[in-house]
């Protein structure tokens, strides 16, 4: 899998021949200061590459071919300095399918008043040659991001920022691969869906094997590979328990898994308790540090949960916070004061730990197996979101909540597992109904890195529903946003 800082994004500029070369000399000279005060801003998580200025429907075909092709280009985007007819940009633009962003801004910030004339116009018609350009974006029906600034503004360069990692996720589902352990927990709705509809909307190679598989290969473990992975949990977490033997069954797990993972290029995968034959524990600690990894997980068999947790690590690589696999548990309904609490059984990843995890071994009281080892922490105070995708049958549809996240408001001595809490936004009773309405799952994906921004680009370029739930939601509008979503995805 390619890292962030690999992708590039291509930075085209549209005009056309009737300028006369002086003016075209000129644009690609104001376009190339653009890119170049674009990468200096340092706010950008990815390289942005200068194209030359195309002028005619074959350069303009050529360039989008191109695109199409790279697998290091992420996205491209447009700018009209001039006047660019959009009928030239039709053939181009009809067959890409990556993610496209249209920067509506212009080179110089004020009008020279003294200097201005009909020659200045000409040169200087953004606001004009980019209302062209809209147009025929939208009557292809392309989803696309639109951008709105003075190019050396901060506010301008941090929303394409964020849409460069919407669109290296993009890029990161097109190559997913990804491992199912066993299947969906018997009789669970919410964690099913159509894999085959998740590889052509998505890209996700959703692969099962038996549990078998991986016993085969744990058996054949050596004790110095159990040494080394256990030397890499006493340097990252506190080792909290007497029973060694337990932690090193864990350790003997995660390095059958990295073998899994190394030789068929899985980023994410699944378990379930249910079906654990030949295996002493349930992942836990393995678990929790392959996500802390980078890998993605979804317990009982949830391989949407566990490719969403693999996709926005891999969008938010570089930023502070963290992303975890998350299930809400239970509630704290103290009027005023209404919190969620969010845990697993085990599986809760480390990144968002505000403590030095400990390593802690106790009964699970679920499957039947022996006591396994987990990481227990708590998590750290801010804004974050919640996203669940789940299949509604014919269409995917992401579900995201703004929340305001904490550490547990007081201490659980009797809990053993780690634990984060969370007011949802615009508060429990309103989201809680907008989620369940929504048909939002148990389990999602808490990012304190990503924003709900982050995601509804992610979700346009896979041109599936998103459903925001926010400090504006009001339940009367979302029902309407349903039903309507509804309709038009029959439609579709
Ligand atoms: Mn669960």
Redesign the pocket.
Known sequence: MLKMKDYEFWFITGSQHLYGPETLAQVEKDSTAIVDGLNKSGNLPCRLVFKPVVKTPSEITKIFKEAQFDDKCAGVITWMHTFSPSKMWINGLKDFTKPYLHFHTQFNRTIPWNEIDMDFMNLNQSAHGDREHGFIVSRLRKNRKVVVGYWEDEEPQKKIAGWMRSAVGYMVSQNFKMLRLGDN?RQVAV?EGDKVEAEIKLGWDIEYRGIGDLVAVMNKVTDAEVDKKMDEYRSKYDMDTDNIDAVRYQAKTEVALEKIFEENGYSAFTTNFEDLHGMEQLPGLAAQNLMANGYGF???G?WKVAAMTAVMKAMSEGLEGGTAFM?DYTYHLEKGNEHILGA??LEVCPSISSTKPKIQVHELGIGGKSAPARLVFDSAKGDAIVASLIDMGGRLRLIVNDVKACPPLQKMPRLPVAGVMWIPLPNLAVSAEAWILSGGA??SVLSYSLTAENMRDWAAMMDIEFIHIGSDTKIEELEKELLWNDLAYKLK
């Open positions: 927990m964690t979804g317990g009982e949830d299930e697993h059984m148990h389990h």
